[in-house]
Nanobody, 122 residues
Framework: VQLQASGGGLVQAGGSLRLSCAASGRTFSNSAVGWFRQAPGKERELIATINWRSPTTYYADSVKGRFTISRDNAKNTVYLQMNSLKPDDTAVYYC????????????????WGQGTLVTVSS
């Protein structure tokens, strides 16, 4: 399976972007999909996850209330809608999937997309 992340770009503070994560090779059914980000000089951070079947979601405090993760069954795609962007949101954003996710267990993100750069100017 391959994950393709897209939608990054340059945006002014306060603006919005929507990232997409499309899977090829198999569907996201029975999966957990997460969005991570890594800013220069910082550790990678898990910011949002979605359980494909539920679909329950999780958000890191740093993005809660501003970002929304969602899925489209027909397109086999997960989205990350990012609103009220701040310069601190500047990072490379990655999507990842646990294709055999067991609800209640910790997700193991074994499959990763290539990353998409988000730059927020002040």
């Amino acid at each position: 399976v391959q994950l393709q992340a897209s939608g990054g770009g340059l945006v002014q503070a306060g603006g919005s972007l929507r990232l997409s994560c499309a899977a090829s090779g198999r569907t996201f059914s029975n999966s957990a999909v997460g969005w991570f980000r890594q800013a220069p000089g910082k550790e990678r951070e898990l910011i949002a996850t979605i359980n494909w079947r539920s679909p329950t979601t999780y958000y890191a405090d740093s993005v809660k209330g501003r970002f929304t993760i969602s899925r489209d069954n027909a397109k086999n795609t997960v989205y990350l809608q990012m609103n009220s962007l701040k310069p601190d949101d500047t990072a490379v954003y990655y999507c990842a999937a646990d294709l055999a996710f067991v609800p209640g267990a910790q997700a193991r993100f074994a499959f990763w997309g290539q990353g998409t750069l988000v730059t927020v100017s002040s």
